[in-house]
């Protein structure tokens, strides 16, 4: 598979932040190209490198204070180019001669982007606004800057395939989130059913009824078919929008300098034109135009009220504004009004701010000053406090403290540790709205908190905290015990931090180690039985784990002890396993095995292994061979009048208290004896290769077996010797007789 070479923006980010100059030095190789084909955009080629080493030096600087990207550095860079040029243009007009001292006497105008102004506040800017960071990092440098996912892959820390799949999800991601976004301002229920299926319209997914009832309604409504127009914007024209929209005209001569497409102005407008006129009706016209330049406005959110935005320019807002402006336009002091009696030295100005904005490439024009407008006492009206949240990826962060596991009080130190984190919340300068923080966490944790940490108030019912000091917070230490099984939604928390319109959250995953819990399997000794060693596999109940699964091997002299279909278990004999039907209290498994008839310790010896999600557990288990019975076995010798051949020495062999069951017998005799065959109903004999052995069966005992023999030779000794073996599951018996007999010939 496929991997990234060397560390993500997003950790060189993160080493820089942590005083790590070296790391900065990778990122200024990996973007210097991009910064000064941008810089050549707006100023000549010999002070290209001039721009953006000043546009370097400018981000390091918002790095070091907290502040700048986490994961997008090359769009929040390039944008600082542009506002580094923009800053060079005012600062190179601040001092002018004048003999016309009233020109200048009048409130100095900021600088206001009509694009974002008309468009920032619409459904479509929120959209893009709530997209993560890293999801506008890869539209960015997939869709603006043309690479490859390979040359991405190593920028955002994943493989080729990744970064096609997360491109895949930002452009659907901002495509529902728009809808969304626009479902809120829709009153009738028609628009709504039409909004709704919109998406799906603009990628072919409707049925020809819903197709021929949306195109109809859009025919009729203006409002609709410019949010239609402004989808098919967004699903096909990315690198035409976002371009334009975060770099100015500049983003498309950086664009042809990069990639050598053939991009400009007159395409850019006329892309949005065919598109408005593509619908036969009037209002779908003037709606396109209007879409072609929101959409340029809904993608520069990047930059002014996203993850892009410095602490800067969210903690010093104006004092006033004359209109609400979106977070990242606002300038960091309010303007200063000179005094009408005496003129000042220099001509006032704005001072600039840290974060990168979407203001023009070119100058200003210099205002024409006039007279201060005398103050009325009728009242001015209060403009309207922004209420939009604002997500700021800097706002939260989740750490491992050093040594962050420790032994469990009480616990044994290889079983049972605690995790320890440190949450810490960066509020921005001479914060006053309340930090609060919500803690989520799956079914194996608790609440990780005991009483009140230094500096915050908590409630483990509402699983809140509330900074005490909401313009400094004190770090927050959490302790969770480390899990013992779960899938990773049950060992997952998540942090949620808001202040103000800010809001941020992040999630960390705890691991569950492996280890072994001698109380989970029991091997428990069933019924008494001679003949069979009953055995119940008993696992301890537990909720936190996904499966239970017995793993049973043994030696030679056993065979599969479990019968088909036990109750609450699945059982496969080729792999030799059980799986429990209910993981969190599986049933008792019963095991018989035939007692061995010999063989060693090793070869009569079982072993089950049991795991229980991250928790196993082994035992095992010799089992005794067969035992003697002397009362097992029985050579019995007819009277006559029972004898059923009077001709041949007849012999019983009988068996005690074996009734229906498997017998064996084992019989070998004296080179003067002879062995007839017996024609017993239910027993078979076989011979082996020595002629006075042979071996006789039957698989439910129901009579005593008779076996017939004649002697060459009278006598006594071995050679004229009959032994019986008789084997009955567990229990064994020998037995031996004389022929003929000492005392009668029968």
């Known amino acids: 598979m496929e991997t990234p070479e060397g560390p993500s923006d997003a950790e060189l980010i993160a080493r820089v932040r942590n005083g790590d100059l070296e790391a900065y030095g990778e990122l200024f190789g990996r973007h210097h190209d991009a910064a000064e084909r941008m810089a050549r955009q707006l ?11 000043d546009a370097f030096a400018k981000v390091l600087d918002a790095l070091r204070a907290g502040g700048g990207p986490d994961i997008s550095f090359r769009a929040y860079l390039l944008t600082t180019v542009r506002r580094v040029h923009v800053d060079r243009i005012r600062s190179g007009r601040k001092v002018q001669a004048t003999d016309d001292i009233a020109s200048y006497e009048r409130e100095p105008e900021g600088f206001d982007d009509p694009t974002v102004t008309g468009f920032e506040s619409g459904a479509a800017a929120k959209a893009f606004a709530s997209l993560p960071e890293r999801w506008q990092a890869v539209l960015w440098h997939t869709e603006v800057e043309g690479e490859k996912p390979a040359a991405i892959a190593p920028l955002l820390g994943l493989t080729a395939n990744g970064v096609s799949a997360l491109a895949y999800r930002a452009r659907e991601g901002l495509r529902q989130a728009y809808l969304q976004q626009h479902l809120a301002d829709v009153a009738g229920d028609r628009c709504r059913w039409t909004t ?92 396109g135009a209007v879409v072609v330049v929101a959409v340029a406005a809904v993608l520069a959110a990047m930059a002014l009220t996203g993850d892009e935005t410095p602490p800067a320019a969210i903690s010093n807002p104006p004092a006033q504004q004359p209109t609400q402006q979106p977070p990242g336009t606002q300038p960091t002091v309010p303007p200063v009004k000179p005094s009408p009696t005496k003129p000042p030295a220099t001509q006032p100005t704005t001072a600039p701010t840290t974060a990168p904005t979407t203001e023009p490439s070119e100058p200003e024009p210099t205002p024409t000053p006039t007279p201060p407008v005398p103050t009325t006492t009728s009242p001015s009206a209060t403009p309207p406090v922004p209420t939009t949240p604002i997500l700021d990826e800097g706002l939260l962060t989740i750490s491992m403290t050093p040594g962050g596991r420790g032994p469990s009080v009480g616990a044994d130190e290889a079983q049972a540790q605690d995790v320890r984190f440190v949450i810490t919340i960066k509020a921005p300068a001479q914060n006053a709205n309340p930090v609060v923080i919500g803690i989520k966490y799956g079914k194996t944790l608790t609440w ?24 400094a917070p004190e770090p927050l230490p959490v302790t969770f015990d480390t899990p013992t099984g779960g899938a990773q939604a049950d060992r997952t928390f998540t942090v949620s931090a808001k ?19 001698e109380n989970l399997l029991k091997i428990v000794a069933g019924k008494a039985d001679p003949d069979v060693h009953h055995r119940i596999l008993t696992v301890a109940p537990g909720t936190d784990r996904p499966s239970v699964t017995l793993k049973i091997s043994y030696g030679a002299a056993l065979e599969w ?19 429990a039907a209910n993981p969190a209290k599986p049933a008792p498994l019963p095991a018989s095995f035939d007692v061995p008839e010999d063989g060693s310790a090793a070869a009569r010896t079982f072993t089950v292994a049991a795991t229980a999600g991250l928790v196993s557990d082994t035992d095992s288990e010799t ?60 027993w078979t004999c076989s011979r082996s290769s020595d002629v006075r052995r042979a071996t006789c069966r039957t698989d439910n005992y129901v009579k ?26 567990g229990r064994e018996d020998t037995d031996t007789v004389q022929l003929p007999p000492s005392t009668t010939r029968r």
Not at 499 to 517: F, Q
Not at 710 to 726: D, E, F, H, K, Y
């Open 43 to 53: 100023v000549p080629a010999n002070d290209a490198d001039d721009l953006a080493s």
């Open 196 to 287: 709704e299926r919109l998406g799906a319209y603009v990628r072919g997914g409707l049925t020809k009824r819903e197709n021929r009832n949306v195109r109809e309604h859009l025919d009729d409504c203006a409002k609709c078919t410019a949010v239609y127009l402004e989808l098919v914007e967004v699903n096909s024209a990315l690198p035409a929008l976002l371009a334009p929209a975060l770099l100015g005209t500049a983003g498309l001569g950086y664009l042809a300098a990069a990639s050598g497409a053939k991009v400009g102005l007159v395409g850019f407008f006329v892309t949005g034109w065919k598109k408005a006129t593509e619908n036969s009706t009037r209002t779908a016209v003037g709606a």
């Open 448 to 471: 990780p908190l005991s009483g009140n940490p230094r500096g915050w108030t908590c409630t483990a019912s509402t699983s809140t905290c509330t900074a005490n000091n909401p313009a």
């Open 499 to 517: 202040t103000g319109r800010l809001y941020d959250d992040d999630s960390e995953t705890l691991i569950a180690p492996p280890r072994t819990d």
């Open 561 to 579: 002890p479990i019968a088909k279909s036990p109750a609450g278990w699945t059982c496969n004999a080729k792999t030799q396993t059980c799986t």
């Open 623 to 682: 089992l005794a061979g067969i035992q003697a019975d002397e009362s097992l076995l029985q050579i019995l010798t007819p009277t006559p009048g029972a004898d059923p051949n009077p001709f041949v020495y007849n012999r019983f062999l009988k068996l005690n208290g074996v009734a229906n069951r498997r017998v064996t017998l084992d019989i070998s005799w004296g080179r003067n004896l002879s062995f007839l065959s017996a024609l017993d109903k239910g």
């Open 704 to 729: 005593p077996f008779n076996s017939e023999w004649s002697a060459w030779l009278p006598g006594t000794g071995a050679a004229n010797q009959i032994t019986v073996r008789a084997r009955v599951g």
